[in-house]
């Protein structure tokens, strides 16, 4: 059997998209799939909403409630704890995943039955989405081959599938991390011997959107998360030019490069570029185009160099920030 574990918080339009599909998959002999959703303290009409799906397909989906924990990590551990099935398949709630997801996934653990294989799935931003201003930003690169090797830096828990023993011994999400959760996931699953492949036949739209007001909020959550992460994990010169961090442990090119990059972002970024952008309707836009791509970008970096330099600077100083009790709901997060 397959388990599918998929946390939730005040998602109950977009769980209307997504239940009904996750119902009906395509089986086969032998292969069977549960669902189990839990709820990290949604204040909407989630718990009723997941209380009639259950009603509905009792042999098929389940429904756990736990207090909110203000991100993801919580509620996935919950999940994977109380799955029944030796293989699972960890997606957001604002996956929509293909028909066929569970039958290909079955041939990726068929292929590689052994515990350390798991596999990264596709995703794509649905066609009615594409227009969406910030479209950009829930575009994941999945332009790879076929069962191409990957790292712990594509442990992309909008759509994973890996053995659940394996997990239960070597990973578990830190639930002290609201975000970059999945890749510190990824990195512990890493060290004791995981392979993650990916596996773009197993896929499904990605229905996630932001909302621009929301835009700064979260990417100021990422810069927080970043540098707590980097702490975590090391500081390796690779994994900061991936990150696109700035730092003196760069080599000497790549900072010096990298300085004169940002240096020449702070010029361009500016209260008057700001405010002629917005009175062209970079703000107000419905449909995406490079104006909204450079202002929603422009606002992301901005938030996020000030969020990453806010962690930097507390910690530097002795009093680093208390990041579980300023992001404390996922709806912090800027989503819709």
């Known amino acids: 059997m397959l388990s599918f574990v998929i946390p939730t918080y005040n998602r109950v339009k977009l769980l209307a998209k997504t239940v009904p599909a ?8 032998g292969v ?9 303290g949604s204040t909407d009409s989630t718990p009723a909403f997941l209380n009639d799906a259950v009603s509905r397909y009792p042999d098929r989906f ?43 996934y079955s041939e990726f653990h068929a292929k590689y039955p052994d515990q350390h294989h798991a596999a990264l799935g596709a995703g794509y931003v649905p066609q009615q989405l594409l227009t969406d201003p910030l479209s950009w930003f829930h575009n994941y690169d999945f ?18 599938s890996l053995k659940r023993d394996f997990m239960l011994k070597a990973g578990m999400f830190d639930e002290n991390f609201l975000f970059y959760e999945d890749l510190l996931c ?9 392979q993650l ?9 990605h229905w996630h959107q932001l909302t621009i007001e929301g835009l700064a909020a979260r990417a100021l959550f990422m810069g927080r998360w970043q540098y707590s992460f980097l702490e975590r994990v090391g500081r390796d010169p690779t994994l900061l030019i991936l990150m696109h961090v700035l730092s003196r442990e760069l080599p000497f090119r790549v900072m010096v490069k990298r300085a004169i990059g940002r240096l020449a972002f702070r010029v361009v970024d500016n209260p008057l570029v700001t ?4 009175m062209r309707g970079a703000r107000r836009a419905t449909r995406r185009s490079k104006l909204t791509d450079y202002y929603s970008t422009t606002i992301f970096h901005r938030n996020m160099i000030n969020g990453y330099l806010e962690a930097k600077r507390s910690a530097k100083a002795g009093r680093p920030l ?11 997060r800027g989503e819709r």
């Open 62 to 104: 389940r429904h756990i409630r736990i207090a909110p924990t203000g991100g993801p990590s919580a509620p996935r551990n919950t999940g994977i704890r109380a799955a029944r099935g030796e293989v699972l398949i960890i997606i957001d709630d604002d996956f929509l995943p293909d028909n066929d997801i569970v039958l290909r």
């Open 275 to 278: 405010w002629i952008l917005e």
């Open 32 to 40: 069977g799939y549960e669902v189990i959703f839990v709820d990290n």
């Open 197 to 205: 492949h990916m596996w773009k036949t197993a896929t499904g739209q």
């Open 186 to 194: 990824g990195y512990q699953l890493q060290r004791s011997g995981m």
């Open 322 to 332: 208390n990041l579980m009790r300023l992001e404390s709901r996922l709806a912090d």
């Open 22 to 29: 996750l119902a009906n998959l395509a089986t086969a002999e």
């Open 143 to 160: 332009n790879l081959p076929q069962d191409a090797p990957l790292t712990y830096l594509q442990f992309w828990t909008c759509n994973v």
